[in-house]
């Protein structure tokens, strides 16, 4: 009889130790996703920021500063492909490190070109954008109402 209260108590321990371990494995899954989630939230923003600026000195019109306008707006370019390799470096998946790098180069070809409209940047930014979100919440979808493409 003691002998099962032995074994009964060691079974106990083990199933014990293990729900411990599956739960503090869990825990650190999800502390591990929410600091990804927050260095790539970053990286995303300062990239998106940035590409707000080379978008605006791309559709600035050609005359507006010469030679300085230009010297700003390849420094601009610049600083976009670096936060473009951040989001490279933080990025878990593909997708995004492609959807980055198409928006990236569409801009820098804006840049380089000059554009009249932002339209054509609209496509790039919006598989971005989701491609982010999938990086950030794998699994879940967004709403039908959240994309960034305008209506």
Do not use: C
Not at 40 to 68: C, H, I, M, W, Y
Not at 74 to 98: M, T
């Amino acid at each position: 009889m003691s002998l099962a209260g032995v074994v009964l108590g060691a079974g106990g321990s083990l199933f014990g130790q293990y729900l411990v371990s599956r739960a503090s494995t869990r825990q650190l899954e999800v502390q591990e996703s929410a600091t990804h989630r927050a260095e790539l939230k970053n990286a995303v923003l300062k990239f998106l920021g940035l590409a707000s600026q080379v978008e605006k000195a791309a559709l600035a019109p050609s005359g507006a500063g010469g030679a300085t306008a230009d010297a700003g707006l390849d420094q601009l370019v610049d600083d976009l492909w670096l936060a473009h390799a951040e989001i490279d470096l933080a990025a878990r998946s593909e997708p995004l490190r492609g959807a980055a790098y198409r928006y990236a180069a569409r801009l820098a070809e804006a840049a380089k070109d000059g554009i009249s409209d932002g339209s054509a940047l609209r496509g790039p930014q919006a598989r971005f954008f989701d491609a982010a979100y999938d990086d950030m919440w794998p699994g879940h979808r967004r709403a039908a109402g959240d994309s960034v493409t305008p209506q």
